[in-house]
């Protein structure tokens, strides 16, 4: 796997299409639209890219933590230490959030938003919904394409056009649904 330099992999359509790569390296979308396969094996994808996960509350976790925020509900982070990457995610939030938490977090690895050969991390919490960052802006893109790629996701509308349905073959949660209908252009 390469991965990009972060400061040409910020916009949308690129972080889409290093997301759709990375899939196809896994999973042949062909095979996928016949049998009507729609959940991404995440663990396939991290256990592959050698990705530590941790689960637990993160919030409980970092409590005592001065430099990082509580005050918003830790989703997730990505962090980087000398043995590699690992992936936390707040085992409080619903397994459809967990999925786009995680998914998110490979996105920012395979743009490669952690930078240098220092130990940091990047935290996912309510903020990085606001889409002013542009490296979180291409992480929910490259997640909303591995968690429901456009084409299998198309194909899922097609055989239901009910998109409580469309999240549950997806394993993704309503509004991530309606968020990808609407950017996708299939709603208004």
């Known amino acids: ?12 359509k690129s972080a889409a299409e290093k997301a759709i790569e990375l899939y196809e390296q896994f999973f042949n979308i062909d095979e996928a639209l016949d049998s009507s396969q729609f959940i991404t094996d995440l ?17 409980d976790i970092f409590a005592d933590d001065p430099e990082v925020d509580t005050e918003e509900q830790i989703a997730g982070f990505l962090y980087k230490e000398a043995s590699g ?9 619903a397994l459809t959030r967990q999925r786009f938490t995680v998914a998110h977090e490979i996105g920012h690895l395979v743009l490669n938003h ?4 220092e130990a940091h991390s990047i935290f996912r919490n309510g903020v990085t919904t606001t889409g002013t960052d542009p490296r979180e802006i291409a992480a929910n893109a490259f997640a909303a394409e591995l ?11 097609f055989l239901s056009d009910d998109s409580s349905e ?14 990808r209908l609407r950017n996708l252009g299939m709603i208004w």
Do not use: C, W
Not at 114 to 117: C, I, M, R, S
């Open 1 to 12: 796997m390469t991965m990009a330099n972060s400061s040409k992999i910020l916009d949308k």
């Open 85 to 93: 990457y690992m992936i936390a995610v707040n085992d409080q939030d």
């Open 166 to 179: 469309l999240a549950m073959r997806f394993a993704v949660s309503l509004e991530a649904t309606h968020v």
């Open 147 to 157: 968690l429901m790629p456009e084409r299998l996701f198309k194909r899922g509308f």
């Open 114 to 117: 952690l930078e240098g050969d």
């Open 43 to 59: 663990d396939k994808i991290i256990e592959a890219l050698g990705i530590k996960l941790l689960e637990g509350n993160l919030n």
